[in-house]
Structures are given as C-alpha cells and as structure tokens.
C-alpha cells in the first residue's frame, strides 16, 4: 500500500532551526486522507526573520506573532505521522529544521524514517532542474504557490504517486529499492540520509561526439 505522510518546511531566517510553518498531508493507498497546515513562532533562541526568507515565502513575524512555539507544535507533527514514511522534497532540509529545531529547544528529535523526492528525481528523471516546480512539471502538474508549506507538500504527494506508477511499486520502500534510493532514518541522535545507492541515473542519453563538429564554434 502507497501509505506515507508528505511534509515540508519553511524558515524565519538562514538557520534551519527555525521552522515558521509546515504543511503535512496523510497519504493512504495513494489517495491524501488528511492535512494539516501550521504557522509556528520558532524556537526562542531562533526567533528572527531575515528579509531573504519573507521575500520567498511571504510569511512575516507579524503572522506568526500568537502561533505556538516549535516544541508546541512539535507533538502534533510526531501524533501525525504515527509510523508513516516522512517523504519530502530536499530532505535533508526538512528533517534537518526537525534536528535543528529540537537542538535550539534543547530536546530530543523524534524518530522517523524518510526519502527524499529530490534524490528519487535524479535517479529516475532527466530533468535540466530538480528543484521542486520543474520535477512537478516534467510529471504535468503545476505546483502555483511554491514556498507555501501546504502546497509543496501536496506537490510531494503527487510526485511519488507519479513515480510509484511508472516504477509499478506497491509502496514507498518497493519505490525507492526500485528507484535505487536508500530511505534515510533519524533516532535517537542518530541520522542516516535519504541518498541514491549509486552513482548513475536513468534516463539520460550518452552524447557522442560529433568528429566533423567545428571546433571553433
């Protein structure tokens, strides 16, 4: 069964330990069951907005100003994802705002297994750009509010369902084997990333050289 719970971050400023939303969305045999989406005030000693940030995802201290605390909401994230697969875009990013989150609040992250979509892209797809908006279109959907947590996640959900078709998998682990992708697990201060298990990729042609070519142009 495809089960597993998409998720994606955003941040205040350029340390990943400050998480000011998230998107999670609850996948059951392919089809999304539930979703949530949260603003966060992040964690004390991270509590600051860079205008970098704001200029990307719009959100501003403002927004965030009567939303709870990371190790508030922390809880609710671990209750929702229960025993699922974490699946985002660029995971070590959004499990690194989980560690570094949990490391600024001086508390233990919690354990999950995860893939990374971008690492499963580059094995499966020949693309020129793996950010998140060109893997949604080389599979033909438009992601139109990239940066919005909410949106990025369901943009993930989409992606695996997509690849899980064309590999013919039954499930997240049976996607990534399939792919050649590692899942990556975070536990009890230990963490091992999402990464391809070698090397190649599929789906690219070789190039020849072309002997007659004009080598000054």
């Known amino acids: 069964m495809l089960d597993f719970t998409a998720i994606d971050f955003e941040t205040a400023?350029?340390?990943?330990?400050?998480?000011?939303?998230?998107?999670?969305?609850?996948?059951?045999?392919?089809?999304?069951?539930?979703?949530?989406h949260w603003l966060i005030r992040p964690p004390e000693a991270a509590d600051w907005f860079d205008p970098w940030n704001m200029n990307i995802h719009g959100i501003t201290p403002e927004m965030v100003a009567e939303a709870p605390r990371w190790k508030e909401v922390l809880p609710h994230i671990v209750d929702f994802v229960g025993a699922d697969t974490l699946v985002a875009h660029?995971?070590?990013?959004?499990?690194?705002?989980?560690?570094?989150?949990?490391?600024?609040?001086?508390?233990?992250?919690?354990?999950?297994?995860?893939?990374?979509t971008l690492?499963?892209?580059?094995?499966?797809?020949?693309?020129?750009?793996?950010?998140l908006p060109y893997v949604a279109a080389s599979l033909g959907f438009s992601l139109e509010n990239h940066h919005d947590a909410h949106a990025d996640a369901e943009a993930v959900v989409k992606i695996v369902n997509q690849l899980a078709q064309r590999e013919n998998a039954t499930d997240v682990q049976d996607l990534a084997q399939k792919i050649g992708v590692r899942l990556?697990?975070?536990s009890l201060g230990k963490y091992s990333g999402s990464v391809a298990q070698s090397s190649s990729s599929r789906g690219f042609t070789p190039v020849s050289v072309n002997a007659n070519a004009d080598s000054d142009g």
Do not use: H
Request: aromatic fraction near 10%; include cysteine.
């Open 13 to 36: 400023n350029s340390f990943r330990g400050s998480p000011c939303a998230v998107g999670l969305i609850r996948v059951r045999d392919g089809e999304i069951t539930e979703q949530c």
């Open 119 to 131: 690492v499963a892209a580059r094995k499966a797809l020949a693309l020129p750009s793996y950010r």
């Open 184 to 186: 990556g697990t975070m």
């Open 90 to 116: 660029n995971a070590a990013f959004d499990t690194g705002v989980i560690r570094y989150a949990c490391a600024a609040d001086d508390i233990q992250w919690p354990a999950f297994d995860f893939l990374c």
